[in-house]
């Protein structure tokens, strides 16, 4: 999702429909304190795979205790575990978050085509005072994150945004190194709707970075996993991904995660390996998480510019988000 990424090569190998999950669906909708993955041991030389078939007596079960989790119960705001908007550093005045010209600065990637300004209750664009605008709804233990069209009166207020939608980051509320991390919701669909939920790391450089999930709005029912490094001696971005057909995405939970072990990074859906890769190197800090709904796009495919297909309103529906860490003294016995 980052501006950056269109200096980086996206290797999308093929597009690989999902089988039925091992997993029974009524274990999926939790996040228990302490759960066993299914994951491979065979050894991680290879940089980038799908994992079609997978032999069994390369898979044995990882201990993972629950560090991070939300349910959304309560708006996202409530608790103090996200924030609305890309971090920045203390030297930023907080005129530049919320309100003043050049507030729009951290609430989009305007390089990648973005089409949206990501705000909150207390954003006021260029108005003296905040505009109220909440992209956040919940209902029955889902969070809608909802992108809409921005009211004609409030475009010059909010930077000519098409869009107005919603980000929630962890970024200083939460990050961590190695683990599982996952997402249980429903992407969106539509012309130019780019849901995602993916990682950066938490000394804010870039990359590393870890796309768990990407919803190509165009192409329903394909979603995208990636991971994006630096080559050292070149400084030049590479990424490796695959695409992966789930028909009911749009209209039914499902689990998105990934885990990030010592030697390589596995890719989950519904708690089922689907593609891994040996962990590239600049690997080295924790990460923190962040789920968006961006509008718009110049070079992600499946994703085009704002136009009159767009939806007026468009929601990224999400039942929880949570994060494990692995158990070393349960793996260890």
Avoid at 271 to 280: E, G, N, Y
Wanted: charged share 20%.
């Amino acid at each position: 999702m980052n501006d950056r990424l269109t200096k980086g090569i996206l290797i999308t190998i093929g597009l690989l429909a999902v089988p039925a999950p091992a997993v029974a669906q009524n274990d999926l909708h939790a996040a228990p304190g302490m759960m066993s993955l299914q994951v491979t041991t065979d050894p991680s030389m290879i940089e980038c795979r799908k994992l079609e078939t997978v032999n069994p007596d390369a898979l044995t079960f990882l201990p993972l205790r629950r560090t991070f989790n939300d349910d959304f119960d309560d708006h996202p705001l409530a608790n103090g575990r996200w924030v609305p908007h890309y971090a920045g550093g203390a030297v930023w005045p907080e005129a530049r978050y919320w309100g003043g010209d050049g507030s729009d600065f951290k609430r989009k990637t305007s390089a990648n085509g973005e089409q949206q300004i990501y705000v909150d209750p207390r954003y006021a664009g260029r108005a003296a005072t905040p505009l109220g605008l909440d992209p956040f709804r919940v209902r029955d233990g889902v969070l809608s994150i909802v992108a809409s069209r921005t009211p004609p009166e409030l475009k010059p207020v909010l930077f000519n945004n098409e869009y107005v939608s919603g980000i929630l980051t962890t970024q200083g509320t939460f990050a961590q190194k190695h683990g599982y991390f996952e997402i249980r919701a429903k992407v969106p669909v539509g012309h130019a709707v780019w849901p995602a939920f993916w990682m950066l790391a938490d000394d804010g450089g870039w990359p590393p970075e870890v796309d768990v999930l990407e919803g190509r709005g165009e192409r329903p029912g394909d979603l995208v996993m990636t991971t994006h490094w630096r080559i050292p001696s070149t400084q030049k971005i590479q990424s490796c991904g695959f695409d992966f057909a789930v028909g009911d995405a749009s209209h039914a939970f499902h689990n998105y995660g990934v885990l990030w072990e010592e030697d390589r990074l596995v890719y989950f859906i519904d708690r089922r390996p689907v593609s891994d890769i040996k962990v590239p190197i600049g690997f080295d800090d924790p990460m923190y998480m962040i789920v968006n709904l961006a509008i718009g796009s110049k070079f992600f495919p499946g994703v085009g510019a704002v136009d009159a297909q767009s939806p007026p309103t468009v929601a990224f529906e999400i039942d929880r988000i949570s994060a494990y860490q692995i158990d070393r003294e349960q793996a260890q016995r």
